[in-house]
């Protein structure tokens, strides 16, 4: 009897230290613990947005990882992710490696994305079509086997093929279907320990621009220059306490994408302390201090700069472009463009990357409300450049363009003489550069005035006129097209 207890024991003992083998001589593999993790196990997440293409994020994850395996549903993350982007990595606590735990398999899955695709996911099985009568009193159900859908569904339906259907589709139950956009990562780990998990991805619909407010003194020459920020999010999920970095550049991106422009439905304006700006490769930084949030749906402004600058100067600009058909009316009148100048520079208590964006300049006299005369959207520019906006034409100031004279000496060589009368109704005197372009190889045969060679097709002259005067410069050119 002893001896037999000894042997059920030592039995029992030999078979818990053997592997579980199938019932084909197998080891069986321990089940993945299917687990996830939501928004409330956030630790961080940083988002770096550009001004155009999808913006890169890093978002860290508290996570006790499972073992030997697990399988991580990882939720609350945008639906407009590019999956071919996604990189998954593990860290201990200090920020170290773990050994022996290896991140298997990483997918982005939201199935909701299309009727396709959930479609797909019941073809063999069986679905039920419903029709509605044309009062839509009486409805009418139909059982049927989805075939295929590719193109289009394909049903059996009392053993007959059915390529569409007039009803439409009411699946049995959600077989699975990822029903909010969620990252799936597979893992291996030697023993259960926590990690922060951060998944680094790309995703489209959270964008950024820059935009100005230029208000101009009494006297012109110095004005109040601030910049806002606006960060936008409409990729489907929520960022709390996020850090957010932008990126003034030009990004070279890989031209089979379309990467379409936020639609923004809400804006909060939000003062902080002033953004950090920093050189990166070719390209700046701006850091938005501190951790914000910023919902679906929303945009926000961030302050970036406000300075009162000086050395602000006005020019007009009367452009004239030669016509050589001969056919011109004799007379015609010119704009006279006014813009706004100013160096970026640290002696004119500038100094700063300006992003590209949108120059607003509005005029203030005394207490009066500021007054809005024009905009236009600025290049990057970069310190010690100039900024020139466009703000409309002048009133007071007037052009009137007449061709004189007229000559075709051959067939591609032409002679034309022209005089630009400018008068000037302000009370003070102004100057006015009359920029005109000319093309193929041209030459100046006379000129009332001096000018200067701007570019390859393009000559300028300044005029100076006083305070209620008129003037008239007249050339005469020749060119060969």
């Known amino acids: 009897m002893r001896k037999s207890i ?9 078979t818990l230290t053997l592997p579980l083998l199938s019932p084909g001589g197998c080891k069986v593999m321990a089940a993945e613990l299917k687990h996830s993790t939501t928004e409330a196990d956030r630790r961080s997440v940083t988002l770096t947005i550009y001004s155009s293409g999808p913006a890169l994020i890093a978002d860290t994850r508290d996570i006790k990882v499972a073992s030997p395996r697990g399988a991580l549903t990882m939720l609350d993350v945008p639906k407009t992710i590019r999956p ?15 050994d022996g735990l290896k991140v298997l398999e990483a997918n982005f899955t939201y199935d909701l994305a299309s009727n396709s695709k959930i479609l797909k996911k019941f073809i063999g099985e069986e679905v039920t079509l419903v029709e509605d009568n044309d009062f839509q009193d009486r409805t009418k159900t139909t059982k049927a086997r989805l075939l295929r859908f590719d193109g289009g569904p394909v ?69 109040k220059l601030s910049s806002w920020i606006t960060v936008g999010n409409n990729s489907g999920t ?13 990004i070279n991106r890989a031209p089979e994408a379309n990467y379409p422009r936020m639609k923004r439905s809400m804006v909060m304006m939000e003062a902080s302390s002033e953004p950090v700006t920093k050189g990166v490769f070719e390209y700046y930084q701006i850091k938005v201090p501190g951790k914000k949030t910023i919902l679906d749906g929303e945009s926000r402004h961030f302050a970036y700069m406000a300075s009162t600058i000086t050395g602000v100067k006005k020019e007009y600009t009367i452009r004239d472009r030669a016509d050589y058909s001969g056919q011109a009316d004799g007379k015609t009148k010119l704009p006279v463009e006014v813009s706004v100048k100013f160096k970026n520079s640290k002696e004119n208590n500038a100094g700063v990357a300006l992003p590209a964006g949108i120059m607003r300049i509005y005029h203030k006299k005394g207490k009066e409300a500021p007054f809005f005369i024009g905009e236009e959207r600025i290049g990057n520019t970069p310190e010690g450049e100039a900024v020139k906006v466009k703000a409309g034409s002048a009133f007071d100031i007037t052009a009137t363009r007449t061709v004189t004279d007229f000559k075709r000496i051959r067939t591609r060589l032409h002679e034309e003489a022209v005089s630009v009368a400018i008068k000037n109704s302000k009370k003070e005197p102004v100057t006015v550069t009359v920029k005109s372009s000319l093309s193929g190889s041209w030459e100046i045969l006379a000129s009332s005035e001096p000018y200067k060679k701007l570019d390859a097709y393009t000559i300028g002259f300044d005029l100076t006129l006083p305070p209620g005067g008129e003037t008239e410069l007249s050339y005469r050119y020749r060119t060969e097209q």
């Open 84 to 98: 071919e982007t996604l990189q998954v990595v593990a860290r201990d606590k200090r920020g170290g490696a773990i």
């Open 155 to 223: 049903f059996l339906i009392d053993g007959e093929v059915h390529i569409g259907h007039p009803g439409r589709i009411v699946l049995p139950e959600t077989k699975g279907l990822t029903l909010a956009p969620a990252l799936s990562v597979r893992y291996s780990s030697p023993r259960p320990t926590a990690v922060d998990l951060t998944a680094v991805y790309q995703a489209m619909s959270i964008d950024w621009s820059a935009d100005y407010s230029l208000t101009l003194s009494n006297s012109g020459t110095s004005a």
């Open 238 to 250: 929520d960022f709390r306490g996020a850090g957010i970095t932008v990126v003034a550049g030009d």
């Open 6 to 14: 000894k042997f059920l024991i030592l039995a029992a003992m030999i």
